[in-house]
């Protein structure tokens, strides 16, 4: 069977086996996504148990018999079948199931997915680094923040919440100065309006590259206000859209400093290339959501002349990659795209 003959076989859920993947913690994600087409095997792996669950009574059967290498006809079919559910979780479940077809793919065609995706990608992918459990007001914060950007990443970002305007930005501050460079800032949706607007006359670009999700929905019309005033802030977005309609509106009206939409919960790799079309023709840059990291790593090589560097979770992205061998660690503030067929991953079982 040729490729343009392979159809899906076969869709499954399994959940990962503690015992290869070490003692779960709060928040691990436990499930592998499995599909078979021609004698071969893609995976996408860790899902969490929602998105796993929808998978294996829906959207599993759905993509039953569907040719492998038709995505946008995939990922139309998933959507229909999810209907007015399709946003949030449903998104995500779409996503996880539509990274699982690429890798099925890329198998079936002795090639990484990026190659799918591009003629020439690059080899070795920027990522900057992202560390948001870690308390700024702790005695050994400095050492940290230090640490972390002394290892070549293209920046890094800190979480900044619960904490009025002054010291916000002097906690933004003093991260700068012990990272050696302008720092990202994650808000993780807590500002609000109103402290937004306080806090943004206090940061400085050459301080605060940008601060993310500074409010508790990513809103066109609230954006727009924000940005509209004399001293708004840098502001980036993204992993909180469900819809490309929504995404273009927000790059034109709001011209946030950078997109970092989620390459799995916008809805997958299909979905994730007309998202980044959309921030092309703003000329806005995108910075992909580290949640899917592998997947966004093949999507920043394929697409480097509009994804910049793809954020890695410090503490989480380990965690999650002990499901797999295969894993990618930065070295030098850079990760080596991987040579092997597919998303470069085997679901450790």
């Avoid at 894993?327 to 470069?344: E, I, Q």
């Amino acid at each position: 069977m040729g490729l343009a003959d392979a159809v899906i076989e076969r869709v499954r859920v399994e959940q990962l086996d503690e015992s290869v993947a070490g003692p779960w913690e709060a928040g691990d994600s436990r499930f592998a996504v499995l599909v078979e087409a021609g004698g071969a095997v893609g995976a996408f792996a860790p899902v969490d148990e929602l998105p796993a669950a929808l998978i294996a009574t829906r959207l599993g059967q759905s993509a039953l018999h569907h040719p492998v290498a038709d995505h946008n006809g995939l990922l139309h079919r998933l959507l229909a079948e999810l209907g007015p559910h399709a946003p949030g979780l449903g998104r995500w479940a779409v996503g996880a199931l539509d990274c699982a077809v690429w890798d099925l793919h890329g198998r079936l065609a002795d090639l990484p997915v990026a190659a799918l995706l591009s003629d020439r990608p690059v080899r070795h992918v920027p990522v900057y680094a992202s560390w948001l459990s870690l308390n700024l007001n702790t005695e050994s914060a400095g050492e940290a923040v230090k640490a972390t950007a002394d290892e070549g990443f293209a920046f890094t970002k800190w979480a900044l919440r619960d904490a009025e305007a002054r010291e916000i930005a002097q906690l933004a501050e003093q991260a700068a100065r012990w990272a050696g460079q302008s720092v990202a800032v994650d808000a993780l949706g807590t500002w609000g309006h109103l402290r937004t607007t306080e806090v943004a006359p206090l940061l400085a670009p050459e301080t605060v590259r940008w601060v993310e999700d500074p409010l508790a929905r990513t809103d066109r019309t609230a954006y727009t206000r924000l940005r509209s005033r004399s001293k708004g802030p840098r502001v980036a977005f993204g992993e909180r859209l469900s819809h490309v309609e929504d995404a273009r509106a927000l790059l034109k009206d709001c011209r946030p400093e950078a997109f970092t939409f989620d390459a799995v919960w916008c809805g997958g790799i299909t979905e994730a290339r007309g998202w980044l079309g959309a921030a092309h023709d703003a000329r806005v840059p995108v910075h992909l959501h580290g949640r899917a990291f592998l997947p966004a790593v093949h999507l920043a090589a394929a697409f480097p002349h509009v994804a910049g560097a793809v954020e890695y979770q410090v503490v989480w992205e380990p965690r999650r990659q002990r499901a797999v061998d295969g894993t990618l660690r930065p070295d030098g503030g850079h990760v080596a795209l991987p040579d092997r067929p597919g998303l470069g991953m085997e679901v450790r079982r």
